[in-house]
């Protein structure tokens, strides 16, 4: 592979294998069924689709839509690599991804066993069936990972690993990339389109409340109140509407209240100087306190058939995923754009040059805590409105939920750096994790402790790279 | 150097990761506790009181009715008599601010004001938490109550405060979860756990068929009521309904959301190879019966469990779900304080077979030192609405 | 106020004192205690107090190594899946593994120390924040304290077992006597020693303690490990305590600790604080708790209190102390 660095650069067979993978996979996509399931005749798509039950059909209608598609991107992108010496290994990275997307996606489509998960002790793996495609293709994805790895006469002058890795939101999207098609191809059924849009919307409500807690965090501060604020801002959502107050009203008032404690919580923490970790120490205590005293462990139910907001589904989209996703690119472009967003990370990063440079540190307290209150509140509208019935008794540890997303994604606790797309989306490493490890059959008793280590190491790679970028 | 050490942890990491992999973790769980199963008979109906003489076949002579001396404990010699006086009774259930709990309390406070000559507070911690109750119990012998009421959240770690409770005269009583018997004068049982398992394994029989497969939802593993119905489950299942399939059991806490996403995780992870899921809190039962609704699964996948009336009315009322397994709470706590009355007043003493407990009539003492509520209850569509707890 | 600088007399020691934050503290806790001692005769006895001394006895072992942790500007938060591990492992090498119990408690300690341990070699080593590195094996130690019982408790122990937990010596509860003597060595280490002067230094600038010469990453690595050993020895006193062994042993003992450490004065940002103000803050927290059950508070309402005091606490500490420093 080596190759004298002068020397001009002449095209090397590998960078054709773009295009190569590609006509593999078109030519797996219309002739592998034929090989697999030869009783079925000359099987078109609609054929194949209508011998599945409609019960999991989603991942195979997906998988039908997807796999043309990627073939093409690969195709498309194996061209450009043979025409753009220089943006081959980045183009070569994503053509891998592309493949093992596609891959995966092929191996849900064309086995031929119906599946038996090993709990039931059935035999017929789904590895087993799928004949000689699978391991080309898996060759071809390894080689074009080895091709962006391996060194090449002419160094691509922009594209570098490290800067493809080069924040903590890359890194856990690689991870969560990583576990789905890892789980995906131990159990298939992890990629149907119910399990995926279940593990979206089921942290949901945990990651808008981590947008609170990341800014806070960010600005140095913490708030261990949120688990005690959100289920009683849940039971007064939920009171209200069963009162007759009109749905949206029933969806505000959280908001309005989770601002208001945050209010009182930013006011001790600015004006009184009481550490936030005191403050809200005692927060959580106290609201939890009142929560028990007021409803006496009554659960909330009848409200009425419009409340639940969680369980719509606008465009077939679950509600809390339209809600994250909204509320964290709202949140990052304010982050990065508005001048209050950026005294956040002035804050945190140093307080004394923000205290100088004339940003008033009071005022950003008490805005980051009451915006954090109402966060709490979208928080708890999204939980309380997901079921029937809403216990009154706050989800346990919640508070450490978010802090973990929080921290996960990337904010530093001494203030200044992180964003809140990290913290999203390591609530939703976190969701699919405990998920993956049901699907793959980890003992139910080890559960928590390989949840424990994954995020563990999702720290260390985070650290890694930032050492890395130090250097 | 520091890198290859990071890098070496990360590898160590992974391969620890691996290790629960490799192993087959998969075996059927069935209670974590070593005592013995008692199934009762096969068959539908509730007439578990009568077929009981079956089950004693397996050896375990141990739980026969009536024939077991009594094994419960005895506060020391009071000065003096209290029969028929006023007495303050404080109850110490494994957590406040739960639903199930405060219906336990609303009982006692009826049981209390129809005997005109008790008092009874509820306290316990905010958290299902060993060593705070552990705490409260000795505030209160301190603070010098006539009886003490619990639900434990240990059998055994509570006992020491309640021998010490017995040991100040106090007159100690539990329900819902058990003590180490001689740590307690009687313990009011709502329900025995083999007449439980046998309810919801029935249940989920005659509806998806005696060949179903099933995953459980239940709060942990550790947790002594769910360990023993699990088991007992397991031991009628495997000697009733062999052709059952024991897929797979969860932990999700007492935790809304978890409930929610484990039952979502078993219906995805197992599709139509999964005809039911068992739910074994009231909080997993009504957040499994969600789960199943929101698929838009109801029908193909039936959740039975254990839950109060209130928090299933929506599942039921829909159809969604057709039985829900449960004693009456509030009647469980009304009993509760009845035989501390009894205790008290000495009208109930070791030896004897049956308490009257005001509008409940004679309640049986089984194994010993235990007063038994009755069978349990199966709420459906028919009843659900008759009740509001 | 004068130009020339006096050595200081007796009372300006004596102000010295009740404007510290310990106390300040103290008063707060005198004035509690005269305050629950009105409402309920049953509170302020010998065998009341003695019992609570059991009680805190766990919370108060943690707290002392939290102190130093805390001081030195980190925390340590899985201190209470520790505990469980820590019991766990002592429950089971005596019943599974077949160790002699003497030998099975040393194992269930050293297990705890070599947590902690972990956690201190990540910090140091690889640089992890403490808090991210404790909420990551706060998961961690509850998982393998899980997997390790399969969800089996160990119980039954001999007689002799049960004599730290629940027996007495010299009328006093074994227990609180270990928690006397921790104590006070370790108030004396931190306030007299080179090592506690060092972790003041680490709080207050850790850079500027690096370049003066301190050993930082020992220093650390030895806090971290002294509390999972501590951890270690409260989950032996625990099941010592409660005759069982539960791997949720110790869940959410973490808050009850950093409560009453900051509770005694210590910053959270580091650099001050000290033993005797978290004595304090664990003793008036436990007696507050006692004290409004007695008093005929239900625990609903209790930790509302308890909440309220720690900021108002924390308040008035502020306030005064700054008026100190006004002046």
Not at chain 1, 141 to 155: E, H, K, W
Not at chain 1, 233 to 240: E, I, K
Not at chain 3, 313 to 322: D, E, G, P, Y
Request: aromatic content about 8%; glycine content about 10%.
């Amino acid at each position: 592979m080596k190759k004298d660095k002068a020397a001009p650069a002449p095209r090397h067979t590998l960078d054709f294998l773009g295009i190569a993978l590609a006509v593999v996979i078109i030519g797996a996509y219309f002739l592998l069924p034929f090989i697999t399931q030869p009783g079925r005749g000359p099987s078109t798509v609609a054929v194949l689709t209508e011998s599945k039950k409609a019960n999991e059909l989603g991942i195979f209608k997906t998988g039908l839509e997807v796999l043309p598609l990627a073939a093409l991107g690969m195709l498309l992108l194996g061209i450009w690599n043979v025409l753009v010496p220089g943006a081959a290994r980045a183009i070569s990275l994503l053509l891998a991804l592309a493949g093992l997307l596609a891959l995966v996606y092929y191996i849900n489509f064309f086995r031929d066993t119906p599946l038996v998960s090993p709990a039931n002790g059935g035999e017929g793996t789904v590895m087993g069936s799928l004949g000689m495609a699978f391991w080309i293709m898996l060759g071809a994805s390894a080689v074009a990972v080895l091709q962006a790895l391996i060194p090449r006469a002419v160094p691509a002058p922009r594209y570098r690993l490290a800067k493809l890795f080069g924040n903590q939101e890359s890194v856990i999207l690689f991870g969560l990339l990583l576990l789905v098609i890892v789980v995906g191809l131990a159990n298939p059924r992890y990629l149907q389109e119910r399990n995926i849009s279940d593990n979206l919307a089921g942290n949901a409500y945990i990651a808008v409340a981590a947008l609170g807690m990341t800014m806070v965090i960010i600005t140095g501060n913490i708030d261990i109140s949120v688990g005690s604020l959100v289920g009683l801002l849940a039971v007064v959502s939920g009171r209200l509407a069963v009162a007759g107050a009109p749905a949206p009203l029933a969806w505000l008032v959280p908001l309005v209240v989770g601002g208001g404690f945050g209010a009182l919580i930013g006011f001790l923490v600015a004006y009184l100087r009481i550490p936030s970790i005191v403050v809200t120490l005692g927060m959580l205590s106290i609201i939890k306190g009142i929560l028990i005293i007021w409803v006496q462990g009554e659960r909330v139910t009848d409200m009425p058939a419009g409340y639940f907001l969680s369980q719509m589904r606008p465009l077939g989209i679950p509600m809390p995923i339209i809600i994250m996703v909204v509320l964290t690119i709202g949140v990052a472009l304010w982050m990065r754009y508005s001048a209050t967003g950026r005294a956040f990370y002035a804050l945190g990063g140093n307080a004394e040059a923000a205290r100088l440079s004339g940003l008033s540190r009071r005022r950003l307290v008490m805005t980051v805590f009451v915006l954090n209150g109402v966060f709490v509140g979208v928080a708890s509208v999204m939980y309380s409105t997901q079921f029937n019935i809403i216990q009154a008794t706050p989800p346990p540890a919640l508070e450490l939920s978010v802090i973990t997303a929080s921290v996960v994604g990337g904010v530093s606790i001494l203030g200044g750096t992180g964003t809140v797309v990290g913290s999203t989306m390591a609530t939703l490493l976190l969701n699919f994790i405990r998920s993956a490890m049901i699907f793959i059959n980890i003992s139910p008793f080890w559960l928590k402790a390989v949840q424990g280590l994954l995020i563990l190491a999702t720290v260390l790679a985070d650290l890694l790279r930032r050492r890395r970028q130090r250097l | 150097m520091k890198k290859g050490f990071a890098l070496a942890v990360i590898l160590a990491l992974l391969v620890m990761v691996g290790l629960p992999l490799s192993a087959d973790g998969h075996e059927r769980w069935d209670g974590a506790d070593d005592l013995a199963v008692n199934p009762l008979a096969c068959g539908m109906g509730d007439a578990m009181m009568e077929d009981d003489s079956d089950a004693m076949m397996d050896g375990d002579a141990g739980e026969d009715m009536g024939m077991v001396e009594y094994d419960g404990g005895q506060p020391a010699m009071m000065d003096m008599d209290m029969a028929g006086m006023d007495i303050t009774l404080v109850d110490v259930p494994k957590l406040v601010g739960i639903g199930y709990f405060a219906a336990t309390t609303l009982g006692q406070k009826q049981a209390a004001e129809e005997l005109g000559n008790v008092n009874v507070t509820t306290d316990a911690p905010t958290e299902a938490n060993i060593d705070d109750q552990i705490q409260v119990i000795d505030t209160y012998i301190t603070q010098g109550v006539d009886g003490i009421l619990f639900a434990a959240n240990d059998p055994v770690a509570i006992a020491p405060v309640l021998r010490k409770a017995l040991e100040a005269g106090i007159h100690v009583v539990g329900y819902d979860a058990n003590s180490e018997p001689d740590a307690r004068e009687w313990f009011v049982n709502q329900a025995e756990f083999n007449g439980i398992a046998k309810a919801l394994v029935d249940s989920l029989a005659d509806q998806m068929g005696a060949d179903a497969a099933f995953g459980i939802v239940t709060s942990t593993f550790t947790t002594p009521n769910q360990a023993r119905w699990i088991a007992e489950m397991w031991a009628y299942a495997s000697e009733c309904y062999p052709d059952l399939t024991w897929l797979e059991t969860l932990e999700a806490q007492e935790d809304a959301v978890l409930s929610f996403q484990q039952a979502q995780t078993l219906i995805n992870k197992y599709g139509e190879d999964m005809d039911g899921i068992f739910a074994m809190t009231s909080v997993a039962t009504p957040n499994s019966a969600d789960a199943v609704q929101q698929a838009g699964l109801c029908g193909d996948i039936a959740v039975v469990g254990l839950a109060t009336p209130n928090g299933m009315k929506p599942y039921v009322n829909d159809g969604c779900v057709r039985d829900v397994v449960l004693w009456n709470p509030v009647d469980l706590g009304y009993a509760a304080v009845y035989v501390t009355r009894a205790v008290v007043d000495g009208e109930l003493m070791p030896g004897d077979s049956s308490v009257m407990a005001g509008r409940l009539g004679e309640l049986m003492v089984v194994n010993g030192s235990e007063v038994l509520l009755g069978p349990p209850f199966v709420f459906n569509a028919d009843n659900i609405n008759d009740f509001d707890f | 106020m004068q130009s020339a600088p006096r050595n200081p007399t007796r009372v300006d020691k004596l102000r010295h004192y009740l404007i510290s934050q310990e106390g300040v503290l103290f008063f707060i806790m005198l004035v509690s205690v005269l305050l629950l001692a009105t409402r309920t005769d049953k509170f302020l006895t010998v065998d009341n107090l003695l019992q609570q001394g059991r009680f805190m006895t766990e919370v108060g072992l943690i707290a002392i190594p939290m102190t130093y942790i805390i001081i030195t500007g980190g925390i340590d938060l899985s201190v209470g899946s520790i505990m469980g591990l820590a019991a766990i492992v002592l429950g089971w090498s005596w019943q599974t593994l077949g160790f002699p119990l003497e030998l099975a408690i040393i194992t269930g300690v050293l297990s705890g120390t070599l947590a902690g341990f972990v956690n201190g070699l990540f910090i140091v080593r690889v640089g992890v924040p403490p808090l991210i590195m404790t909420l990551a094996t706060l998961a961690l130690f509850r998982g393998l304290a899980e997997g390790i019982s399969q969800a089996r408790s160990a119980r039954g122990y001999p007689e002799w077992f049960y004599q730290l937990g629940q027996g007495e010596l010299l009328g006093i509860p074994t227990q609180l006597w270990l928690l006397i003597v921790t104590v006070a060595v370790f108030g004396i280490v931190l306030a007299r020693t080179q090592l506690g002067r060092a972790l003041y230094a680490i709080g207050n600038n850790e850079t500027g303690a690096r370049f003066s010469g301190l050993t930082v990453n020992r220093y650390l690595l030895l806090i971290y490990t002294f509390s999972g050993f501590m951890a270690g020895v409260a989950g032996y006193i625990f099941v010592s305590r409660v005759s069982t062994t539960r791997s949720d042993m110790g869940a959410g003992i973490e808050l009850d600790v950093i409560a009453a450490v900051v509770l005694g004065g210590t910053s959270i940002f580091g650099g001050t604080g000290s033993i005797l103000g978290t004595t304090i803050g664990v003793v008036l927290i436990q007696l507050l708790k006692n004290g409004l059950t007695l008093s005929g508070l239900t625990s609903d309402a209790t930790i509302v209190v308890i909440g309220s005091v720690l900021i108002f606490a924390i308040l008035v500490n502020n306030f005064i102390l700054s008026r100190r420093g006004n002046s």
